[in-house]
């Protein structure tokens, strides 16, 4: 009798945990929301509100500090607990910054990922990126993968899209590898839109006989 009332009692806690358990998954994918500052033309989805911060970096996170400030671009981080700690960043760059810097619009738009989604003192760990066309943006897709083997692991999954008179970085900054690819970090990347741009038509292949 003793033995079946202990195993009904943790029945009863496995099944009430796993309820809870179901009930904040469910009840932290609810409080995703589209954002959009009224300074900037995007729109992006994120479990808490987006502010505008001084800088961002995967490496450092965001910061509020006035002299942090980026000169010639926005900031924006959806900070969950500590700014340091922000799992989501954009950082948008107005098209004539590039004008002041002496450098071609492709090593450019390289020296963004090493600044925003890497540790630029170690710049191999960034794998090759992916080509993306998307929403009317063309781009790439960036993985900074430098695991705890090494001091200062850091994992970073970014895109940055060229939307013409604008260029837009996201970054996401992950616990570990498997979080790049998670849930939280794909809603992130894939709801990014900017606003007015025309979808790009689709052009498919001729078959050949």
């Known amino acids: 009798m003793a033995l079946m009332f202990k195993l009904m009692t943790t029945s009863v806690v496995l099944v ?11 009840a932290q994918a609810n409080s995703w929301r589209a954002y959009s500052p009224s300074s900037s033309r ?34 924006y981080a959806a900070i969950e607990t500590t700014p340091g ?21 492709k090593e450019f738009l390289k ?19 992916l080509e993306l066309n998307e929403n009317g943006l063309s781009g790439k ?12 692991s850091l994992y970073t999954r970014g895109r940055i899209w ?9 970054v996401y900054v992950g616990r570990d590898e ?8 794909n809603r992130f990347l894939d709801s990014f839109r900017v606003r007015g741009l025309r979808k790009k038509a689709m052009s498919l292949p001729c078959n050949s006989k």
């Not at 989805?45 to 671009?73: H, I, N």
């Not at 020296?111 to 990126?129: G, H, I, K, M, V």
């Open 42 to 75: 995007f729109t992006v989805e994120l479990p808490v509100p987006l502010r505008k911060v001084m800088s961002f970096e995967a490496e450092q996170g965001a910061s509020l500090a006035l002299d942090q400030k980026m000169k010639g671009a926005s900031c």
């Open 16 to 26: 009430l945990l796993a309820a809870f358990l179901n009930g904040s998954v469910q």
């Open 85 to 105: 700690e922000s799992r989501f960043g954009i950082i948008v760059l107005p098209a004539k910054y590039l004008s002041k810097i002496p450098m071609s619009k």
């Open 178 to 185: 498997k979080d790049l690819t998670s849930l939280d970090a």
């Open 162 to 170: 060229d939307a013409g008179s604008t260029f837009y970085v996201l």
């Open 141 to 152: 897709e960036y993985l900074y993968i430098k695991d705890s083997k090494y001091s200062g």
């Open 111 to 129: 020296s963004l990922s090493y600044t925003f989604l890497a540790d630029d003192d170690e710049t191999q760990f960034l794998r090759p990126p």
